[in-house]
């Protein structure tokens, strides 16, 4: 693990990014959850599931990577705020970190519960064909993370807009997408 970096003012890029197309996706991910049922039944609604599937393994690839990069290369930089803020933002960061991890493993078994589509290409074998109650317990729990995850980045994202407006200590400067 690398260091803390006690003249770096900003993350390093790929941690930036990283960071960022993450919380695209999770926008992504939720308006397709929510919008796969308004699709009839057949090839639209099979393809809107499946943007919903790539696009939570892609969640899960990036999120791999970005703890990894963030573990071992990417810049450290030192917390702000007092000894109660920082162990809120550690146990924040982790729990989304967590969330997100067990959100993609149960993506990947509600998929392979029911044995989904791909696109109308590939179907997933499921490993309970014929036990909805599971799929569906599974979907049940699936739903319940996502909630909570939406909830975690509420805080996060109300947290970094306090910083920035009634704090003004630059915290949001060190994720900017664009330096200034």
């Not at 146990?91 to 109308?120: C, E, K, P, Q, Y």
């Amino acid at each position: 693990m690398q260091t803390v970096n006690p003249t770096a003012t900003r993350y390093d890029s790929v941690t930036i990014l990283s960071h960022w197309f993450m919380a695209l996706l999770i926008g992504v991910q939720w308006i397709v959850a929510l919008s796969i049922d308004l699709f009839p039944k057949g090839p639209l609604r099979v393809d809107a599931g499946s943007v919903h599937i790539v696009c939570g393994l892609t969640w899960g690839v990036v999120l791999v990577a970005h703890v990894l990069w963030r573990r071992s290369y990417g810049r450290q930089l030192r917390p702000v705020g007092n000894r109660l803020t920082i162990l809120l933002a550690t146990i924040v960061h982790w729990a989304l970190n967590a969330l997100t991890g067990l959100m993609v493993l149960l993506g990947i078994t509600l998929a392979s519960a029911r044995g989904d589509s791909l696109f109308n290409i590939y179907t997933i074998p499921s490993f309970a064909p014929d036990d909805k109650a599971l799929a569906e317990q599974i979907a049940v729990i699936h739903g319940t993370v996502s909630v909570t995850i939406l909830i975690l980045v509420g805080f996060h994202a109300a947290a970094a807009l306090f910083h920035q407006f009634v704090w003004k200590d630059g915290v949001m400067d060190r994720m900017r997408l664009l330096r200034r």
